[in-house]
């Protein structure tokens, strides 16, 4: 044991002095030198080495010499004997990589020659930094690289060995890599996952350093590219979009824009929007641009279907990442809906009599719009009785605020109009047809008050006086009017007997014939009445006037008709011309020009003894009497109306000039000279009949009379019927004309009446009526004046029985 731990001992003693010591062994001399000495530097002494003197060394020639090398990289400097640098000395040069650097050196002496062999070991010296190849180190690295992948990097390199030699490397502090170093390799090992989103390039700077003193350093700029890998979704800048559309807006207006981005680059990062999933319906109305993200209108955008859309819309990436984002699209309003009015029910037609305030119908009105789009106000034209009472929520009734007259207004057409308050405001209308229904609520009226029908007596049956007509503005039967005569007598008859009306036309016909004579105006009253349940009915008064026809001749009443008279009148002797003498008395059942009479003398036995006043009747002298005249005058005296044609009557008047009835002797003669005496007797038997007759007529008047004294008129119906009988000269001729003038003051009664209402003359009237013109013609202003009062009187006396008769018309 002691033996071999001795043995070490030497062998690193041996070791340490063969480095430092000079090796004095003949031909095998070593030195230690660092290289890169610089020239002349003394690597060691050979004189003294090897035990040679300098005379020795310079005698001998001493020089070096170099196996292999023309190089010379030291010499010896014969004046010191040591063996000094000539030329620089690279140990990397001369034996690179090689641990141990040896240059052998022969030492050549000659005189003898001698050769000694001198090893100079070059010690290395840290004299290169470490190097990489390139100043940067261009990599690419996926950004999708995984945590712990490696990436080799060439490694340094430095000429220098051993502690000189590159020791270690550093890289500058950075997020991703660290670096590994092994044997003969550099690495980057990835610690953290690169983002190229983030950074899409690192640089790093990778140092080596050396273990040489003083370090040696070299660095490398390591320049990181990394690579994008798809690994970004498209990102929407939004994850709601709301988007807010006016309804009815036109195709291709823009709605609103998605817009997504991808932070990754190329294809990776190219974005493609679509729609995700939407309802088939809601496909067709939007489409978006694939590129631009921009969502159009395509179809129709009715608020009123939808009012909202929400859909999905997709970003895509070119290789497949998607992302989703939410669209709501709020559609607004617009008035593009006119209200609607709806008639929900009507009653038609309505009756007339409805009380106002009556509901007939009921509206409703709708709006599809909203809000005040669809606030709807509705209003009913003017002019109509009716009106719009607002009822619950958008009900409407139609109320009559009147009262209906079909006969005024028998249709409606109401109009409604309904209008929102949109802006601008929207409106419609409906007209409504209302009918008004009949109600009898109108009676018949007669278009004339009264009425009047003028006809000439003798008139034929069946002919037509006149027509009434009343008129019922009612419907059909409520309006139909028929006509009939109201109970009632004529002259104690019933009137039905006189007249008939038609119940269609009105008309009224005469069923016989009328006699003036008998009388000359009725009354009698029409109904006209409706078909109505219940009838309505009116009445009517008519008056017929009948006018005279000269149909009846003059009555003589005095003297008393041919050859029935024993009647002779006393002409004094002493009478002069121009005396009454005696009054021929006729009177004419007929009225007016029929009734006015004329007297002639037709045939006298003097000629020109007599004249008779033409209208008076009067018979007066027209000179003295003479003796010479005769005693016994006759006359023929005429009687003529004035009709058309005239009717006349004759009489005879027999006058005796005498001043004593004792002096005519032959007072039976006259007459005997005409009649014979079977005439006489027959006359006085009528005389008396007639007398006794007439005056027990009177009595019975005068009884009736006495019985009714409040009702004087009921005698006769006018001065015609005056039987045939004597009257008296002193006869009540009022107006000098002979004839009652009963015609006269009814005439002038009627052409006064007829400036009031109570006679009024229609146009319509019967043919056989007289025209009022006519009448006026008819009636001379002369007669009518004396005869103002309309209730004249006439005052006939008899000479019978003395009393009077006034007879009323
Ligand atoms: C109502 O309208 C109808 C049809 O439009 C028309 O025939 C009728 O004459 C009108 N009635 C009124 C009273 O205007
Ligand atoms: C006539 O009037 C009655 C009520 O007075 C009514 O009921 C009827 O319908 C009317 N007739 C016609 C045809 O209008
Ligand atoms: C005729 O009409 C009047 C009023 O116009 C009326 O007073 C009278 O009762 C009516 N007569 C008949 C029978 O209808």
């Known amino acids: 044991m002691a033996d071999k731990g001795f043995e070490s001992l030497r062998l690193i003693l041996c070791f340490a002095s063969f480095i430092?010591?000079?090796?004095?062994?003949?031909?095998?001399?070593?030195?230690?030198?660092?290289?890169?000495?610089?020239?002349?530097?003394?690597?060691?002494?050979?004189?003294?080495?090897?035990?040679?003197?300098?005379?020795?060394?310079?005698?001998?020639?001493?020089?070096?010499?170099?196996?292999?090398?023309?190089?010379?990289?030291?010499?010896?400097?014969?004046?010191?004997?040591?063996?000094?640098?000539?030329?620089?000395?690279?140990?990397?040069?001369?034996?690179?990589?090689?641990?141990?650097?040896?240059?052998?050196?022969?030492?050549?002496?000659?005189?003898?020659?001698?050769?000694?062999?001198?090893?100079?070991?070059?010690?290395?010296?840290?004299?290169?930094?470490?190097?990489?190849?390139?100043?940067?180190?261009?990599?690419?690295?996926?950004?999708?690289?995984?945590?712990?992948?490696?990436?080799?990097?060439?490694?340094?390199?430095?000429?220098?060995?051993?502690?000189?030699?590159?020791?270690?490397?550093?890289?500058?502090?950075?997020?991703?890599?660290?670096?590994?170093?092994?044997?003969?390799?550099?690495?980057?090992?990835?610690?953290?996952?690169?983002?190229?989103?983030?950074?899409?390039?690192?640089?790093?700077?990778?140092?080596?350093?050396?273990?040489?003193?003083?370090?040696?350093?070299?660095?490398?700029?390591?320049?990181?590219?990394?690579?994008?890998?798809?690994?970004?979704?498209?990102?929407?800048?939004?994850?709601?979009?709301?988007?807010?559309?006016?309804?009815?807006?036109?195709?291709?207006?823009?709605?609103?824009?998605?817009?997504?981005?991808?932070?990754?680059?190329?294809?990776?990062?190219?974005?493609?929007?679509?729609?995700?999933?939407?309802?088939?319906?809601?496909?067709?109305?939007?489409?978006?641009?694939?590129?631009?993200?921009?969502?159009?209108?395509?179809?129709?955008?009715?608020?009123?279907?939808?009012?909202?859309?929400?859909?999905?819309?997709?970003?895509?990436?070119?290789?497949?990442?998607t992302s989703y984002a939410k669209v709501i699209i709020d559609v607004t309003d617009m008035n593009d809906n006119a209200p609607v009015i709806y008639l929900k029910s009507l009653t038609n037609p309505i009756p007339e009599n409805v009380s106002p305030g009556t509901e007939v119908g009921i509206i409703n009105v709708q709006d599809r719009d909203s809000e005040n789009n669809r606030q709807v106000r509705c209003s009913i034209q003017q002019g109509v009785p009716f009106k719009l009472v607002p009822s619950i929520k958008n009900y409407y009734s139609l109320v009559t605020t009147g009262q209906l007259d079909r006969e005024l207004v028998s249709d409606y057409n109401i109009t409604i109009t309904a209008t929102d308050e949109g802006s601008p405001p929207l409106s419609s209308s409906k007209t409504v047809q209302l009918s008004v229904a009949d109600i009898n609520d109108n009676p018949p009226v007669f278009e004339e008050q009264s009425y009047s029908a003028y006809v000439t007596e003798n008139n034929k049956p069946g002919s037509t006086l006149c027509s009434v007509t009343a008129r019922d503005p009612d419907w059909r039967q409520n309006g139909t009017v028929i006509y009939s005569l109201l109970p009632g007598e004529v002259n104690g008859a019933p009137v039905s007997s006189y007249l008939s009306v038609n119940g269609d036309t009105g008309a009224i016909h005469a069923v016989r014939s009328f006699d003036y004579e008998q009388f000359r105006s009725f009354k009698f009253h029409v109904m006209a009445r409706d078909n109505g349940s219940p009838p309505l009915s009116s009445n009517v008064t008519v008056s017929v006037f009948i006018s005279d026809v000269n149909d009846n001749s003059p009555q003589i009443l005095y003297p008393a008709p041919e050859g029935n008279s024993f009647m002779t009148e006393l002409v004094p002797k002493a009478a002069h011309g121009g005396s009454l003498v005696s009054k021929v008395i006729a009177v004419d059942a007929d009225s007016g020009q029929n009734a006015w009479l004329s007297y002639h003398i037709v045939k006298s036995t003097d000629p020109g003894l007599f004249?008779?006043?033409?209208?008076?009747?009067?018979?007066?002298?027209?000179?003295?009497?003479?003796?010479?005249?005769?005693?016994?005058?006759?006359?023929?005296?005429?009687?003529?109306?004035?009709?058309?044609?005239?009717?006349?009557?004759?009489?005879?008047?027999?006058?005796?000039?005498?001043?004593?009835?004792?002096?005519?002797?032959?007072?039976?003669?006259?007459?005997?000279?005409?009649?014979?005496?079977?005439?006489?007797?027959?006359?006085?038997?009528?005389?008396?009949?007639?007398?006794?007759?007439?005056?027990?007529?009177?009595?019975?008047?005068?009884?009736?009379?006495?019985?009714?004294?409040?009702?004087?008129?009921?005698?006769?119906?006018?001065?015609?019927?005056?039987?045939?009988?004597?009257?008296?000269?002193?006869?009540?001729?009022?107006?000098?004309?002979?004839?009652?003038?009963?015609?006269?003051?009814?005439?002038?009664?009627?052409?006064?009446?007829?400036r009031t209402s109570d006679f009024k003359f229609v146009t319509s009237y019967n043919d056989n009526t007289l025209p009022a013109d006519q009448t006026l013609r008819k009636s001379p202003s002369d007669f009518a004046d004396p005869f103002e009062d309309l209730e004249p009187s006439v005052e006939v006396g008899t000479f019978q029985s003395a009393s009077l008769l006034t007879m009323r018309f």
């Open 611 to 754: 004249t008779i006043g033409l209208h008076s009747g009067e018979i007066r002298t027209q000179r003295d009497i003479s003796e010479s005249d005769s005693m016994k005058q006759n006359l023929i005296v005429a009687v003529k109306d004035n009709g058309q044609p005239s009717l006349s009557a004759t009489c005879s008047m027999y006058l005796l000039i005498s001043d004593n009835l004792a002096e005519v002797p032959e007072l039976k003669d006259i007459s005997y000279d005409e009649k014979n005496s079977k005439l006489t007797s027959y006359l006085i038997i009528a005389l008396v009949s007639v007398s006794t007759f007439f005056l027990t007529f009177i009595i019975i008047i005068l009884g009736v009379r006495f019985c009714r004294r409040r009702k004087p008129r009921l005698l006769f119906d006018g001065a015609v019927a005056i039987p045939s009988a004597y009257l008296p000269p002193n006869y009540a001729d009022v107006d000098g004309t002979g004839t009652l003038r009963s015609a006269y003051n009814y005439d002038a009664y009627l052409t006064t009446g007829s």
């Open 20 to 321: 430092v010591t000079l090796h004095l062994v003949h031909g095998d001399l070593s030195y230690s030198i660092p290289e890169e000495m610089k020239r002349d530097s003394v690597i060691g002494n050979l004189a003294k080495d090897l035990g040679f003197d300098l005379r020795t060394l310079s005698s001998r020639n001493a020089r070096v010499d170099f196996e292999g090398t023309r190089k010379r990289y030291c010499d010896i400097n014969l004046s010191t004997g040591e063996l000094v640098t000539s030329e620089r000395m690279d140990r990397e040069s001369l034996c690179g990589k090689k641990p141990s650097c040896v240059v052998k050196v022969d030492l050549v002496l000659e005189n003898p020659l001698e050769l000694h062999r001198l090893s100079l070991h070059v010690q290395d010296v840290n004299d290169n930094s470490p190097k990489f190849r390139e100043n940067l180190i261009e990599m690419e690295i996926s950004e999708s690289a995984d945590k712990g992948n490696r990436f080799s990097i060439e490694e340094a390199h430095d000429a220098d060995i051993g502690q000189n030699a590159v020791q270690r490397y550093s890289l500058q502090k950075n997020d991703n890599f660290i670096l590994a170093v092994d044997s003969n390799k550099v690495e980057l090992v990835l610690e953290n996952t690169l983002d190229r989103e983030r950074q899409n390039e690192i640089k790093l700077l990778l140092t080596a350093l050396d273990g040489g003193s003083p370090q040696r350093s070299g660095t490398v700029v390591i320049h990181v590219t990394v690579l994008d890998a798809n690994d970004n979704a498209p990102v929407f800048s939004q994850a709601v979009y709301k988007a807010s559309l006016p309804e009815n807006s036109p195709p291709d207006t823009i709605v609103i824009n998605v817009s997504a981005t991808d932070a990754d680059e190329g294809v990776n990062g190219d974005v493609t929007y679509q729609f995700g999933h939407v309802a088939d319906d809601d496909g067709n109305v939007f489409s978006i641009d694939p590129k631009t993200g921009e969502i159009r209108v395509t179809g129709v955008i009715d608020f009123e279907e939808r009012s909202s859309f929400e859909m999905r819309v997709q970003a895509k990436d070119g290789l497949g990442l």
